[in-house]
């Protein structure tokens, strides 16, 4: 035996040992990545036994009603969500929404369109806005942020031309008797917006052009040395950011039945706080559709318990204001804890092809 290859036989193995199934079971179960469920889960038990809510949450129509009121802001918060992922925000959507629905309200009312034909025009117009978010900000390297600020507003005051800042109403029942039907209990468009969130993590997870998305978002200039067109992959992303916006449009008439150029202010903030809540869940420190399905579930549950116990309608500012920083910090830290991990796993394989290359020395030497 040589010298080399006794230093190599005497180094402790870096293996640990591994652990019984069930203690791997209960290690995954209370993980950081279910963490964001367990609490959820906990939340509702709690209201289920205080007394002051206890009745509504014990009862099966309470929860139909949450995740039925979800429905929009779960499509808006994945329009948000797509351009995120690639480190981009688009802060436009919500005014994309009201021109979305606008534009269905008055081509139906006002114009005889079918209804079919004011979908199709509205998406459209939800992808042109998105092209020009990219354009300005993949093409002429503009901030996504002030630009998206900014085209947002521009839409808003297109919204109030073309409304005269009235409530347009009476539109055609057909688009609320298909979107609001429901199916064991929920409403179809809340099915809408998980099976756009299926198709986003499958696209994200599967998808050449998706993980290339994922590796623009991580790092662009790395992503460009390894031949990913990034201005491309930006552009796309605002087209879908747009698009899913405008989606949330026509699932917001199709709920309400009209059409309110002024719209809910809070709906940015509840899509803003859910991705970045959704990003410390499922796979903490990355932004995902199913963490943002949990974390908006989570804060509408939260929102809806506490009107029920009688505060006042700014709860629901303060709640998702809170959300949204929390979400902030957390999604950080678990950024952070993954890229700490990913450099220890780096350097382990680094020692292990060293103890190989030693090996290998020793080998030779013995030959």
């Known amino acids: 035996m040589t010298e080399a290859q006794g230093n190599h036989d005497q180094r402790p193995s870096r ?25 959820w889960v ?15 949450f014990t009862s099966a129509q309470t929860y139909a009603v949450i995740v039925g009121i979800q429905s929009v802001p779960l499509i808006l918060a ?15 959507t919500p005014n994309t929404l009201l021109l979305s629905s606008m534009m269905v309200a008055l081509l139906t009312t006002r114009h005889g369109v079918p209804v079919w034909l004011a979908i199709v025009l509205a998406l459209l117009a939800g992808l042109v806005i998105g092209l020009i978010n990219g354009i300005l900000c993949a093409k002429l390297g503009l901030f996504s942020f002030i630009v998206t600020l900014g085209t947002g507003s521009l ?3 297109i919204t109030v ?5 009235q409530i347009v109403s009476g539109v055609s029942p057909t688009l609320s008797d298909v979107m609001l039907q429901r199916v064991l209990n929920l409403p179809v468009q809340f099915y809408v917006g998980v099976v756009l969130a299926a198709a986003i993590w499958w696209w994200i997870r599967y998808m050449p052009s998706g993980r290339r998305h994922t590796y623009a978002g991580d790092s662009r200039e790395v992503a ?13 992303s605002f087209c879908v950011a747009g698009m899913l916006a405008a989606a949330a449009g026509v699932a917001n008439i199709a709920q309400s039945g009209s059409a309110d150029p002024s719209g ?8 803003f706080a859910a991705v970045f809540l959704g990003g410390t869940t499922i796979t903490p420190g990355r932004f995902n559709a199913w963490g943002t399905v949990i974390a908006l579930l989570f804060l509408g549950t939260g929102v809806t ?42 350097l382990r394989e680094g020692l292990d092809e060293t103890d190989e290359i030693l090996e290998a020395q020793g080998m030779g030497q013995k030959a």
């Open 15 to 39: 293996a640990a040992p591994r652990p019984m199934w069930w203690a791997r079971t209960l290690q995954n179960v209370f993980s950081e990545a279910y963490a964001l469920p367990l609490v």
């Open 42 to 56: 906990a939340m509702i038990i709690f209201f289920m036994v205080l007394p002051a809510t206890s009745a509504q």
């Open 78 to 92: 994945l329009a948000v969500l797509v351009p995120m992922i690639g480190q981009d925000f688009d802060l436009s």
């Open 155 to 157: 839409v808003f005051g």
């Open 161 to 165: 031309y073309i409304s005269d800042n």
């Open 224 to 236: 460009l040395l390894s031949g990913v067109r990034v201005a491309r992959v930006r552009i796309g």
């Open 264 to 271: 809910n202010p809070n709906l940015l903030l509840a899509a």
């Open 305 to 346: 318990a506490l009107q029920i116990v009688g505060l006042s309608s700014y709860i629901q500012q303060i709640f998702f204001g809170g959300a949204l920083v929390l979400g902030v910090l957390f999604a950080r830290l678990a950024s952070r804890r993954r890229e700490l991990k990913e450099e220890r796993e780096a």
